[in-house]
């Protein structure tokens, strides 16, 4: 067995370059302050066989992969029946990991303007190293000191709040074709102290949040929902109205205030009816004898190449609770797109639900973006399962494009994981099917008080609309 | 084998007796029509032994009894973990269905008094045969005819209604500690439609509804938990603040413009920290091999001779949709008490809520009653399993008690299950510790509106609370 060295995101001169900005840019300082951590504090990343992963072991009735201690999470296989839909029954292998982590943004008021503590956090699956994270993240394995690893900076302002001082308190989904029924707690804390931010860590404003939301791996996956679970209102009070018809349908849909096509009560019977009409079945199994799927030495992955493989990566970091360590990580083959449909219904700005299933939800369904795919698995799927607005979204001509970057999902679990994600205007408002509904940002602002309604992907598609009030 | 025959509630002279009113109650024609309902139709139910029970099969390894139509539900083993709990690991049997039903009412506006469809159903675990239940209450399995019966009444008014009539549709869970991520769909659906009742259903107005909810055993808890989730002002919109400080702070306490003693953003915040904190495994498992349970021919049942126990019936009934069948039943072993503590806060009726932890619930933990037990089982539990508030309960002044009533559980699956309902007074405001917290009714609308937030006992009380509302 011999180490494959993936090209590490190292020190390497250059790269930051990639994210240079134009002169007089006013977060040219912060964009600086990221490039300076990529350069120093580096992470080696190195693609490993699965088989034989350092503190790792493997069933080998069942061919499960678990942690030594019994914590972090496990790689399992899923036998998902789902009559139907397009295809209505497949074996898959999913990561299980019943532990609920805390993504906690700490913030404070500073006269109007609402500031955030964030970090600069490197995770071995991210495309570019460090991106702007969380002020906390962290499993309960971190801060339970499973690994054995330093305390986590910033946790105890999450483990017994002021209730009066939570912002934001809602356990939220990940992505339910890899994950099985995972949660995390998306909290934002107010606080009144003085805090200096020790070394990685730093305050921003929402609005430069915001700015660095339009750049490509720049804002990763768990400071985005963290943004999107925020009142929307609350995000978009700074903002005036914009001078032009777009950005003020966008002020108007973050305002509880205005109307929308649909009453909440109207989209709640929706999504009920949604959930009520489809079953699904989705049972742990062995991950051995799984149709389709080869477990080697090397890694586990399906007999077409799409979907994903398991890999196993060797990793040592500075500036983490541990030094090195191993783990299986999901590599995704392929790059994702992700889109909402957007259109100004009697001035109000709305975007175009997905009514979604995915077998590791916890409730059947969620409200997902308009297009949310993998286009090079199409090839292999039945023709059913192209997503109907996908054509859409990708011939739409640039102008009517109001949101486009490259960003990156969670680097903890999932390998250079990374979508397209795009908002596109349209003027056809016509579109509502069974599965597809008009809904404005207050309303999916409502839902987003609650668990199981607005998956990860719209989630980070919605902090990132929010954030076109914030003009360069 | 011999089939021991149980005290079935055929025909029987004086039974409906037992409810006869005062002369002057302005529900006597009622409480004649449904008596007369329980005179006319039988329903016999036979306690037969478990094994070998008609349309049922029993995996012979595992000992899961499945129905043979793959359908319906299944009694299977569950292993469960709670660290950190009085009993932290038990295993036990458990009710298995996976699909979803409707429990649909179907309401009117006539003036400013809302009314809405009932049907006198018999189930066979009632204890008095027929009680008042909603217009719908059917399983996927009885809608698309698994069982070869004839159609549902009404169902169409569920299938797909007009989005804008529908008052209620949400998917509300059944008691965790028997069945497993049991949901069924509780709906509210106006018409304008002169529907004259058929034989067997009866329109009654709310108040009506509330009325007799206070004698034993008359209405069931399916159209219980529907009132529940109708909007706390809409149940209370017809009725004048009382002249007592008590119903006068119960009135308060439905509107949702009167404040409460926390946030509903505190709750939120409460809530999902008590889910974060308390991590429960529930596995499915064999029946046989379970520790303390014995399968035997005739029952499965706990050594202990406590807890419930899982019994066989032969049903024969008119006017259903198939006339005789066999099932499984859960009978539970003792009388629950389920109560709420009630205080005025500010002239605002509140209600000690317990975020209660139940292993057949989908997210962790949902508000319950203050106290949720059975007595019975105490005496063989661990101390630390007495409810804390139960002797406050149960030793209660008279005058102290609000709300007394011996209410049935629901009797399609469960077998003479029954709780004395109550809410008793107190003036100790001063009662909250980390699992309990005073909610206003409104509050625990808002939180009515979506799944996973109020579980079937409180919703229970929910009704009974809300109709004291209505005087005699």
Known sequence: MTKTTSPSWMPQQGRADRHATAAGDPDADVHEWLADWRRQAGMRVDVVPLAGLRGWRQDAETGVLAHQSGRFFRVEGLSVDMPGAAVPRWDQPVLHQPEVGILGLLARHDGDTLRVLVQAKAEPGNQEGHQFAPTVQATRSNWTGVHGGRPVPFLHHFRNPDPRRVLVDVRQSEHGSWFLRKRNRNMVVLTDEDIVPPPGFRWLTIAQLHRLLRHDDLVNMDIRTVLSCLPAELTARAALPGRDAFTAALHRSCQPGWGGRHTTAELLHWISDARSRTEVGADRTALRGQAAW???????????????????VDVDAEGREVASWSQPMLRPCGQGVVAFLATRIDGVLHVLAHARVEAGFVDVVELA????CTPATLAYLPAAARPPFLDQVLDAPPERVRFRAILSEEGGRLYRARS????????????????????SLHQLSELLRHSNYVNVSARSLIACLRGLLDAN
């Not at 080869?294 to 196993?312: A, K, M, N, P, Q």
């Not at 397209?420 to 809904?439: A, N």
């Open 294 to 312: 080869h477990l080697g030495e090397v890694s586990l992955r399906h007999d077409s190449g799409l979907f994903f493989e398991v890999i196993g």
């Open 369 to 372: 973006p308009t297009v949310q």
């Open 420 to 439: 397209s994600y795009l908002i596109v205007e349209t003027d056809d408002v016509d579109l509502e099917t069974g599965q597809y509904r008009w809904v």
